[in-house]
């Protein structure tokens, strides 16, 4: 049996950034290799497992996160990280040992029929890991029918799932627009090719292309993150500058469109003031669409064994990229509550609440008997 406590201190005391997870995953492959659990690495640093019984039946995905965030640990904990500036404040630690001990539990209680595959998913906070898995030869050869993963939720009822059919978290993606023309002497700023007015413009008026009104279904946002405008050198007009970007929406067709409609718009101001541009995409993360089906099953386990349940009434800004294993099969992504009080993902002093462990396995365990054998 899995020790739930030392497994994630240890997980939270050796924290590794995204893409980065190498002693996380030899640690993983440790306790499969004591429990003669075959296993098969994907995406670099990630790992699935599968349970395969001889009755033909449907599969089934559940998956976790493994990766820590750039956050320098500020808590006094005995197990507080040892890795300088970086630390499990999402509750990855936490994601992952739920994972485990469902290892552990279907290495000794095989499923009668169907097949369940269990990934260990680097990367999440980057937005890099699914879209990895995804594309990787050995996971593409793995079938799955509806795949489910959790995420803990400080400012909820600790231990209380809450879920929704429909859009559970937005699609968010991350943008950077560069813009080259040539410096001047500061005295003479009419002689440079500058993006000042551009960025300036910008600010003011690009977040106009978005509908940011979050209880509608065409919802979209734009938040400028980052400006960058030539160099700190009091002699010199700048000639370069940078915007920085997080867009969101509920739908992907959507957040496509805005993303569209940004690079058009600037683009023509470059062009009007002689400016070149250059755009880079990154940390994607698809819109998280539960499936009817995959909720009511959820829901009818979490009746099963007396939890607590609540149906969301407005799905979550923020992304999480287990979209991606949803964009073509159906499935759930679901919250439980990590505490009214407890400290918001991302603080420095934030910690995985342990009590949900327990709960949040046993949920597990029912919604995967009850999808395999019915």
Not at 81 to 94: F, T
Not at 231 to 250: C, Q
Not at 264 to 289: I, K
Not at 330 to 343: D, P, Q, V
């Amino acid at each position: 049996m899995l020790d739930l406590l030392a497994f994630r201190q240890y997980l939270h005391q050796n924290p590794e950034l995204s893409g980065a997870e190498y002693q996380t995953q030899k640690f993983l492959i440790g306790h499969l290799e004591k429990l003669e659990v075959p296993y098969t690495k994907v995406a670099n640093t990630g790992l699935v497992i599968s349970f395969k019984s001889e009755v033909a039946g449907l599969s089934l995905l559940i998956r976790a996160d493994i990766d820590a965030l750039p956050i320098k640990e500020s808590t006094s904990l005995k197990y507080a990280s040892q890795n300088s500036g970086v630390s499990h404040k999402c509750g990855h630690d936490g994601h992952t040992t739920m994972l485990m001990a469902l290892v552990y539990y279907f290495a000794e209680h095989p499923p009668k029929k169907g097949n369940l595959h269990l990934l260990f998913q680097p990367s999440e906070e980057d937005g890099k890991g699914a879209a990895s898995v995804l594309n990787d030869p050995k996971f593409k050869a793995i079938h799955y029918d509806r795949a489910y993963a959790f995420h803990n939720i400080p400012g909820f009822n600790l231990g209380e799932l809450y879920w929704r059919p429909g859009n559970f978290t937005a699609g968010v993606r991350s943008l950077i627009f560069r813009f080259k023309g040539h410096s001047s002497h500061a005295a003479e700023p009419e002689k440079a090719v500058s993006p000042q007015a551009l960025l300036a413009k910008a600010m003011q008026n690009l977040e106009q292309l978005a509908h940011p009104i979050w209880e509608e279904e065409d919802f979209s946002q734009i938040t400028l993150v980052h400006a960058n405008l030539g160099e700190v050198a009091y002699g010199i007009s700048p000639g370069e500058g940078e915007l920085h970007y997080t867009i969101r929406a509920w739908r992907g067709d959507i957040l496509e469109a805005l993303e569209a409609k940004m690079q058009q718009q600037l683009r023509l101001w470059a062009e009007a003031d002689n400016l070149q541009m250059e755009q880079e995409s990154l940390q994607e993360f698809w819109p998280n669409n539960n499936s009817a089906q995959a909720c009511q099953l959820l829901v009818a386990c979490a009746d099963a064994q007396g939890l607590k349940h609540h149906q969301l009434k407005e799905a979550f800004r923020w992304g999480e990229d287990f979209g991606l294993f949803l964009k073509d099969k159906e499935g759930a992504l679901f919250g439980i509550g990590a505490g009214k009080e407890h400290l918001v993902l991302h603080h420095p002093d934030y910690d995985f609440p342990d009590a949900i462990l327990e709960p949040t396995i046993k949920l597990f365990k029912t919604l995967i008997l009850n999808y395999l054998h019915g």
